[in-house]
């Protein structure tokens, strides 16, 4: 275990989830790097989260967690290929079976009405089993190359799609988790609100109770009238409370209480 994860285990359970507001489940999971019960997606965010709450390095456990994801979608892929493969070979041979057959009965067929009513039995049994052999030794394999260079066919056509599956799965493993479209500000009652998109420098305000969602893929600056507010982000919420105005900042996906002064410095030197 990591000093890191360590460092983590010694604030505890309890105190990380009254923080970071992350079920207890899931502390304990990531405290023990056990990745069951939780998507790949949904773990290397608590690990973000938890890596911006305390300062830590949580690299080596991201690692491990990615490496379990890719290891286990690479399982069912195999699976699924064993049955793929089964199916598509029993198709293959009942097709080989059927067209066998037909073709026999057909060329006996014609082989003995075109025989004429005049020939005898013995004749008619010779000519029965000289066909058969023909058959055997001329249609049949023929019938049993192509059909094995169907197969083969197939077969490799369906090795090359999984394996493209395969590496797309390996390198989504390592991609970065989907980004959100909104984050929430959720007034503890009627609350002065006031933001403003830092890009297009364009102010808004507001006087509500009800939640508002701002935009996660623009930056923002965040300022709150006295009381309390909780901001959700990737799920989870955090709660604010002061007698004071509060000062926020939305930069990069991350947000940051900040003061007065760094306020007015990505406001062009405004306080509002």
């Not at 949904?42 to 300062?55: A, N």
């Not at 994801?69 to 598509?88: E, W």
């Not at 933001?195 to 709150?224: C, G, R, V």
């Amino acid at each position: 275990m990591s000093e890191e994860l360590q460092k983590l285990k010694e604030i505890g359970t309890q105190k990380i989830h009254e923080q970071t507001h992350i079920a207890l489940v899931y502390v304990h999971s990531i405290l023990n790097e056990s990745f069951e019960g939780m998507t790949k997606v949904q773990y290397v965010g608590f690990l973000s989260i938890l890596e911006r709450e305390y300062k830590v390095d949580l690299s080596s456990s991201k690692a491990k967690c990615l490496a379990y994801f890719t290891q286990h979608s690479s399982s069912k892929n195999n699976v699924n290929r064993f049955f793929l493969s089964t199916k598509k070979k029993k198709t293959f041979t009942s097709l080989n079976v059927a067209i066998a057959v037909i073709i026999l009965i057909t060329v006996i067929y014609y082989s003995i009405t075109s025989s004429g009513p005049t020939s005898n039995e013995l004749q008619t049994q010779q000519l029965d089993n000289t066909t058969i052999e023909n058959v055997q030794k001329n249609i049949l394999p023929v019938i049993e190359q192509e059909s094995n260079e169907s197969n083969e066919s197939n077969q490799s056509a369906l090795d090359s799609n999984l394996s493209s599956h395969v590496e797309e799965a390996a390198k989504s493993s390592v991609a970065e988790p989907q980004k959100m479209k909104f984050f929430k500000i959720i007034p503890e009652g009627v609350l002065w609100l006031g933001y403003i998109d830092i890009q297009e420098n364009k102010k808004y305000t507001k006087t509500t109770k009800e939640t508002l969602e701002l935009s996660a893929t623009k930056e923002w600056l965040i300022i709150s009238g006295p009381g309390e507010i909780s901001i959700e982000i990737e799920g989870v919420a955090k709660k604010y409370s002061a007698k004071q105005n509060m000062r926020f900042k939305y930069v990069g996906g991350v947000l940051e209480k900040i003061r007065l002064e760094e306020f007015k410095k990505l406001n062009r030197g405004r306080a509002w």
